[in-house]
């Protein structure tokens, strides 16, 4: 399997990325590789094995309704390139 | 020109998104309050930041289920998660944690009123649970969108209905059907104004007697159900004048402005979107047993259709009467309380109707506030049974002092003012005597056949009395004594 131009274009589009001509090229470079890689497991006989989704068995890892506030609203701005005293600011969403 | 014109049939689908009312969010500990200042109920969970990981709050799950039952649904064993990707500020994970595949409950129906007032059983699709996003502030700040994240994380239910609705009415008694019941079941505010409840719509529209759904069209953003009807019925009308003037509906996603009343363009087929899911890997799936819904089902308080069942069937009270005492939980667990102190339903009804909902009414006050316990309205009523008092001195004079003092015996408070009624024959025929003599001209023309005049014989009657005449009483022994 191999990634188009295209592709790497759209991907790059719904996460909102800006990607120049040379970026596109190695990026998609890149994917291809990583795809060959797990190309690798197509190789194997997979006839009756379930996917597997998750790393163990455990099922109902689930709490307790109750709060526990774990940090403030000054830590909770603290590492947002952009804030005001009250919110996260980004770029304007609607014009 | 042609000879008739082609009559289109429409069809409607609700998807409904309920926000639960749980203390803490869905995956994370962080509150949930409404209301709370901006980015203060936030965790690493909920803004998203590298390395966290999302428990699930076991209290969705629950409230999930407790939907399913009430709607009939089958629950589904074995409940996976899975992440919806897409890019949004108010979204800091990059991807909504939401039910994809395995939704907890499929199938099953809500019954509704149709335009006709007949009932019409409304197909579920699928509940799933899933999350809220956060806020995006666009008015406050000329150069920027604010995100308040307080909202990111907190559980919802999406519930989609089947294309089942024809017009903008039902699709009105539906969402009062569906708020009625989360707060019956304690699962969500049920509040549209707040955002408790939001609704989106698909109509489409269909040549009536074709097979073949046309082309949807998805209306977004109507923060009420009167906006819902509004919305329905005014895109029926757009897309049956478009397809009329040859045109051909889009698949299109529309927001209502409630101003103009219209439905506006929001994004074309082309901008739509792809969510890329896949499983959550950070969370292990939910098995929901036999026994737990069983369990579940076992701890819920009736419900609305089965209350009306039982006072229609059982307690022989009217369709519309039933209706009333169940509109909403409080008054109807206050109707429930107070037939368990007293036999004579069809009264217990009126009281609730008349004197104590125009008093709730009159002082804006919620029944849960009501200071007068359900017994000693049992008590007015035995009162009223034993010929103690009348009804009118039950629901005009004792009520309005036993609100006063909640405290007081109705029976007390009849004999403090000296509003026993006079059932003493003896008294009592003093008192006929005494009104009699008084209109010796008419007690003839009575007699000559002038029957009527009982009622004037009969005011004179209360008048001496004060009104504690025993009016069955009373009657008797007028017409003995005219009869004479």
Redesign the interface.
């Known amino acids: 399997m191999k990634i188009s131009k295209e592709e790497v274009e759209?991907l790059a589009h719904?996460?909102?990325l800006q990607l120049d001509e040379t970026a596109v090229t190695s990026m998609q470079k890149d994917m291809n590789k990583m795809l060959s890689f797990v190309e690798k497991i197509n190789e194997l006989d997979l006839e009756g094995v379930e996917p597997l989704?998750?790393?163990?068995d455990?099922?109902?890892?689930?709490?307790?309704?109750?709060?526990?506030?774990?940090?403030t609203?000054e830590e909770?701005?603290k590492n947002a390139p952009?804030k005001?005293t009250?919110?996260?600011?980004?770029?304007?969403?609607?014009r | 020109m042609s000879a008739t014109k082609v009559k289109f049939s429409p069809v409607i689908g609700l998807e409904i998104h309920i926000q639960l009312n749980?203390?803490?969010k869905a995956y994370s500990?962080?509150?949930t309050t409404y209301g709370a200042?901006?980015?203060?109920?936030?965790?690493?969970v909920s803004?998203g930041h590298p390395g966290t990981l999302p428990?699930?709050?076991?209290?969705a799950?629950k409230s999930a289920v407790k939907l399913g039952v009430a709607c009939h649904s089958n629950i589904r064993e074995r409940n996976?998660f899975a992440r919806k990707?897409?890019?949004y500020?108010d979204m800091p994970k990059?991807y909504q944690i939401t039910q994809h595949h395995t939704p907890i409950c499929y199938g099953g129906f809500i019954a509704i009123k149709d335009a006709d007032g007949n009932e019409k059983k409304i197909g579920i699709t699928r509940i799933h649970m899933e999350e809220d996003s956060g806020k995006?502030?666009?008015d406050?700040?000329p150069?920027?969108?604010?995100?308040?994240?307080n909202r990111a994380g907190v559980p919802l239910l999406e519930m989609v209905s089947e294309p089942d609705f024809r017009n903008g009415v039902e699709a009105y008694n539906y969402l009062s059907e569906v708020r009625k019941l989360v707060r019956y079941l304690d699962i969500s505010d049920g509040n549209m104004e707040e955002g408790s409840m939001r609704c989106d719509v698909n109509v489409s529209v269909r040549p009536e007697g074709r097979e073949k759904f046309g082309t949807k069209v998805e209306v977004k953003n109507m923060n009420s159900f009167r906006n819902v009807q509004r919305a329905i019925d005014f895109e029926i009308k757009r897309q049956v004048a478009l397809i009329e003037s040859g045109g051909e509906v889009q698949q299109e996603t529309m927001n209502f402005d409630a101003a103009k009343g219209e439905t506006v363009l929001m994004r074309s087929k082309e901008d739509a979107h792809?969510y890329?899911y896949f499983?959550e890997?950070d969370?292990?799936?939910?098995?929901v047993t036999e026994d737990y819904v069983e369990n579940v089902k076992n701890n819920m308080p009736p419900l609305p259709s089965a209350l009306v069942e039982k006072y229609v069937n059982e307690l022989k009270l009217s369709e519309y009467d039933a209706a009333v005492l169940t509109e909403n939980k409080q008054m109807a667990w206050y109707f429930e309380e107070l037939i368990s102190h007293t036999k004579n339903y069809k009264s217990a009804a009126n009281w609730m109707m008349g004197a104590i909902k125009s008093y709730l009414n009159e002082r804006a006050v919620d029944i849960e506030n009501f200071t007068v316990k359900p017994a000693k309205i049992a008590a007015c009523i035995q009162l009223v049974d034993d010929g103690k008092i009348s009804n009118t001195i039950a629901a005009q004079n004792v009520f309005p002092k036993l609100v006063e003092y909640p405290d007081t015996e109705p029976l007390q408070i009849a004999q403090e003012n000296n509003w026993i009624q006079e059932s003493n024959q003896d008294a009592l025929l003093e008192i006929v005597q005494q009104a009699l003599a008084k209109y010796p001209a008419k007690v003839e023309e009575y007699k000559a056949g002038k029957k009527g005049l009982l009622g004037l014989f009969m005011g004179e009657v209360m008048k001496l009395s004060r009104g504690k005449a025993d009016p069955k009483v009373a009657t008797q022994l007028l017409t003995e004594e005219l009869s004479k």
């Not at chain 1, 455990?58 to 940090?71: G, T, Y």
């Not at chain 2, 200042?37 to 690493?44: F, I, K, L, M």
């Not at chain 2, 428990?55 to 209290?59: D, Q, R, S, V």
Request: no cysteine.
């Open positions: 759209k719904l996460s909102r989704a998750y790393m163990s455990e099922v109902n890892v689930l709490r307790a309704d109750e709060i526990k506030q774990e940090i609203h909770a701005l952009d005001d009250d919110y996260f600011r980004v770029p304007k969403v609607l | 749980t203390k803490s500990t962080d509150a200042a901006p980015n203060t109920q936030v965790s690493p803004l428990m699930f709050n076991e209290m799950v996976e990707n897409y890019f500020a990059g995006s502030i666009h406050i700040d150069f920027h969108t604010l995100i308040d994240l792809d890329r499983n890997p969370l292990q799936p939910v098995i």
